[in-house]
């Protein structure tokens, strides 16, 4: 029985590019801006569903910048004084693990006018260890992809 080695290239492609970590572009077109309202980044992350490996990316033209802050307190009093501060746009974090992870913007008053989103990977809540997730989705496709790669052609006649 003969297979065809293109098709099974194609289908080994797309099924690591199925399981490919996302970029989110933080806000979409309207970018980390102060919003239009508070609820404007809630509203944003409401349909997505964020998992280890994705990434965000925060664009801005004007003055801004963005803070990981460290727990649900600093974020909700938009306090400026830890965490993890990106001041050139655009501004990418990688979402390494499961857990619920604030981001602000420490310019003046934009914090409170709304300029903050919450984002919660997978179901929000760290693993005991806080440790990365060892196997991405990303990883476990081209490992799933290498091995009916090699399962196929080692029995092509």
């Given at each position: 029985m003969a297979f065809r080695l293109d098709l099974i290239i194609l289908v080994a492609?797309?099924?690591?590019?199925?399981?490919a970590a996302t970029t989110y572009t933080v806000g979409d077109t309207t970018g980390w801006r102060v919003p239009p309202n508070t609820s404007f980044y809630d509203t944003w992350v409401a349909n997505k569903?964020?998992?280890?490996?994705?990434?965000?990316?925060f664009n801005w033209?004007?003055?801004?910048?963005?803070?990981?802050?460290?727990s649900k307190a600093e974020y909700d009093n938009c306090t400026k004084t830890s965490g993890v501060l990106q001041q050139t746009s655009p501004a990418t974090f990688r979402l390494?693990?499961?857990?619920?992870?604030?981001?602000i913007c420490t310019i003046g008053t934009h914090c409170d006018l709304g300029q903050k989103v919450t984002i919660k990977v997978g179901?929000?809540?760290s693993p005991s260890n806080s440790a990365p997730l060892?196997?991405?989705?990303?990883?476990?496709?081209?490992?799933?992809?290498?091995?009916?790669?090699?399962f196929l052609t080692a029995h092509i006649v």
């Open positions: 492609s797309m099924v690591g590019a199925a399981a569903l964020f998992e280890a490996g994705d990434s965000l990316e033209t004007s003055i801004h910048t963005v803070l990981e802050v460290t390494t693990k499961n857990g619920t992870f604030y981001y179901n929000g809540s060892p196997l991405t989705i990303n990883v476990f496709s081209q490992l799933l992809s290498a091995t009916i790669m090699y």
